[in-house]
């Protein structure tokens, strides 16, 4: 009968086996894009608008807009007064 070999190598340290990273892997780059994604929108924020800034050009927006409506919607609207068109 052989007899049983005894094994002398002790195990390896969880870092060298590369199941591990890869397991590890996945949640390592989700936390590193929110903290990526997190810096751009602190640093790209728009600054909010002031209320008391003139309306005059939303206005005058507007009345562009009415101007580049589709066929169909500014003929059904053609006799309504510049106003009230939507």
């Given at each position: 009968?052989?007899?049983?070999?005894q094994?002398?190598?002790?195990?390896?340290?969880?870092?060298?086996?590369?199941?591990?990273?890869?397991?590890?892997?996945?949640?390592?780059?989700?936390?590193?894009?929110?903290?990526?994604?997190?810096?751009?929108?602190?640093?790209?924020?728009?600054?909010?608008?002031?209320?008391?800034?003139?309306r005059?050009?939303v206005?005058?927006?507007?009345?562009?807009?009415?101007?580049?409506?589709?066929?169909?919607?500014?003929?059904n609207?053609?006799?309504?007064?510049?106003?009230?068109?939507?």
């Amino acid at each position: 009968m052989p007899r049983p070999t005894q094994s002398t190598s002790l195990p390896e340290p969880w870092w060298r086996h590369g199941l591990v990273w890869l397991v590890l892997s996945g949640p390592i780059v989700v936390v590193l894009a929110s903290i990526v994604t997190f810096w751009l929108a602190a640093h790209g924020a728009d600054v909010l608008a002031d209320d008391a800034r003139p309306r005059a050009p939303v206005q005058r927006q507007a009345v562009h807009e009415r101007a580049l409506l589709p066929a169909q919607q500014a003929r059904n609207h053609a006799a309504t007064p510049a106003a009230e068109a939507p």
